[in-house]
């Protein structure tokens, strides 16, 4: 097993002690969904949500446990883990499963965040979960107990973009992998994260090595299952589990997405960089290697994206008829809606967009991505760029319409440009279009911008796909549109309480190059989307779309990076099952 343990240690205590909330102590109380993995932060109703014998888990919610010594996040518990930190009022864990009751071994404790090991011998099941405080006890809280379900450590500390990995360099030389310092293809990466399976050491002490998981595990990435030479305890830290695999030839790019299948349940979804020179990777819908090299070093950058979007989207059937056609309710068949929209972004970008998921959020091309988000929330990105100053007004014109638009910046969301009137409908299409800001802004020169699109995707198979069988590939094909054009394939499904209300959501977002005619998502990708509520039978609650992508680059304005980008969408109400 490959050794780096202070780079480890630091790795771990970086993804787990962020984002905490000093609050007054009060009677402890756990958040709604508020017992997550650790590593992936995976929220409740999502299929990868559960907890793991043997792994580390956090429990949110207020008056959980003592405030931190000054300057410190946490009150970190020493070796051996005890069952009650700070010792001997403090804070405690346990879990109640069928007529087991199992305490957790604390990691550390604060006012609204607190983290654990789940024992090893807690049994499967759905259990109970409480915290006690300062002589007070929680009401308890739902808790899924399984055998396997990882979670990938990420950079960003919330479950999503680049993954914590390590690029092994030599037995005294590692990197963390980032787009500045990516991995080459053949190279051996060292992946952190939690939930792999139980262990039958003393898991109270820092960990023993050997492969932990069920028999079906996979290491995917691009696509491509990886060689894995470990995967298993980490041996500095108890809980904390490290993956030694190598990167598959063929792998390339900023964002290449890797995932991990153990005991049947897909991780979250997180990515490397990989780049056959070693270099800086280039992203194609985002800043090139000397744009993020410039970021690394700490320089701010400014990019601005002007966006124009004409979406298809048939109605919502509330039914599937026979042999699969469409039908509302009432046994009409499918109608369909078309939007036109335009929206001009200007933001400013400093380093933390290296740990982020992108400038469009998008994989690198010929692989997939999966997002996730509370409630019905559409997924977002934590990391947050600093608006710009554009001007006061920025005129757009041209296509099948050469309406001319004025976009103003939002009142309350600087840095975002629409129109103050509707778009003729037609506007976004064929054509050319210019973009103009005058005199600029405080933060933005004045440019001049055009491109010119060509023809757009056309989505083939969309009558045929009412039903998406989680458990098989789904094929996707369509009519190429312009040379060099990119296709999004997009799915999301939600996940609602028992009492139909919102619970979470999960979005997946594939990419692939226009000329290939077709894409096929992976069975990993469709399984981490919940399935169609049963509240809801023949009810399409699910949507997926095929979009084709043209980014023209622009300059001027003092920008380092201008696009101008055309979104051709062709979207369905389909049912997940």
Same mark, same amino acid.
């Given at each position: ?275 056959? %020179? ?44 026979? +042999? ?8 009409? %068949? ?6 036109? %929209? ?212 622009? +300059? ?22």
């Amino acid at each position: 097993m490959l050794k780096q343990t202070s780079i480890r240690k630091s790795l771990l205590t970086a993804v787990l002690s962020a984002g905490f909330v000093a609050v007054a102590a009060a009677q402890p109380a756990i958040g709604t969904g508020g017992v997550l993995n650790a590593a992936s932060n995976a929220l409740s109703g999502l299929p990868n949500s559960a907890i793991a014998q043997g792994s580390i888990f956090l429990v949110y919610g207020t008056g959980l446990g003592p405030p931190p010594p000054t300057g410190a996040p946490v009150t970190y518990a020493p070796f051996p883990l005890p069952k009650v930190v700070p010792a001997p009022s403090g804070t405690s864990i346990r879990e109640t499963v069928g007529n087991t009751a199992v305490d957790a071994l604390m990691i550390y404790t604060s006012p609204a965040q607190i983290a654990a090991i789940l024992p090893s011998q807690t049994p499967v099941g759905a259990g109970q979960i409480t915290v006690s405080y300062a002589g007070a006890t929680s009401a308890p809280a739902p808790i899924q107990v399984v055998a396997n379900s990882f979670g990938i450590f990420t950079l960003n500390e919330g479950g999503s973009g680049p993954a914590a990995v390590q690029n092994y360099i030599s037995p005294v030389s590692f990197s963390v992998n980032t787009l500045t310092t990516p991995a080459k293809p053949g190279q051996t990466l060292i992946l952190y994260g939690t939930g792999l399976g139980a262990v039958t050491f003393d898991e109270s002490r820092p960990a023993q090595a050997g492969n932990v998981g069920a028999g079906d595990f996979e290491l995917d990435v691009a696509g491509i299952p990886a060689l894995v030479s470990y995967h298993g305890r980490s041996s500095c830290c108890s809980g904390l589990d490290q993956i030694n695999f190598q990167v598959p030839n063929g792998a390339d790019g900023c964002y290449v997405p890797v995932w991990v299948r153990v005991g049947g349940i897909i991780s979250n979804f997180t990515t490397i960089s990989v780049s056959p %020179s070693g270099q800086a990777c280039t992203d194609p819908t985002g800043f090139g290697s000397s744009d993020l090299q410039k970021l690394a070093q700490g320089v701010k950058l400014k990019a601005g994206i002007i966006t124009l979007s004409h979406t298809t989207t048939l109605k919502a059937p509330t039914t599937t008829g026979f +042999g699969g056609a469409r039908m509302t309710a009432t046994g009409s %068949s499918d109608a369909a809606t078309e939007a036109d %929209s335009a929206v001009a972004l200007f933001f400013g970008y400093d380093s933390g967009i290296i740990t982020s998921q992108g400038l469009n959020r998008t994989p690198s091309p010929g692989s997939c991505m999966v997002f996730t988000a509370k409630g019905n929330s559409a997924p977002a990105d934590p990391y947050h760029a600093t608006p710009l100053d554009a001007g006061v007004t920025m005129s757009l014109k041209g296509g099948p319409t050469n309406q001319p638009l004025q976009l103003a910046p939002l009142l309350q969301s600087p840095g975002i440009y629409i129109p103050g009137v509707a778009l003729v409908p037609g506007f976004v299409g064929n054509g050319r279009y210019t973009a103009v800001n005058g005199f600029g802004g405080h933060d933005v020169q004045g440019f001049a911008a055009d491109a010119t699109f060509g023809n757009p995707v056309l989505w083939s198979n969309q009558s045929g796909l009412t039903t998406v069988i989680r458990s098989q590939p789904l094929q996707i094909t369509w009519i190429p549109g312009s040379p060099g054009d990119l296709v999004e394939i997009t799915g999301t499904a939600p996940a609602f309480t028992a009492n139909l209300q919102p619970l979470s959501v999960a979005a997946f977002t594939c990419l692939a190059h226009s000329e290939d005619g077709q894409f096929t998502v992976p069975t990993a990708v469709l399984q981490s989307l919940p399935p169609n509520s049963p509240q809801f039978p023949g009810i399409a609650t699910g949507k997926l779309g095929v979009a084709g992508l043209t980014f023209v680059k622009f +300059g001027g304005g003092n920008l380092d990076l201008g696009l101008f980008i055309r979104i051709m969408t062709n979207a369905s109400p389909v049912i997940y099952q």
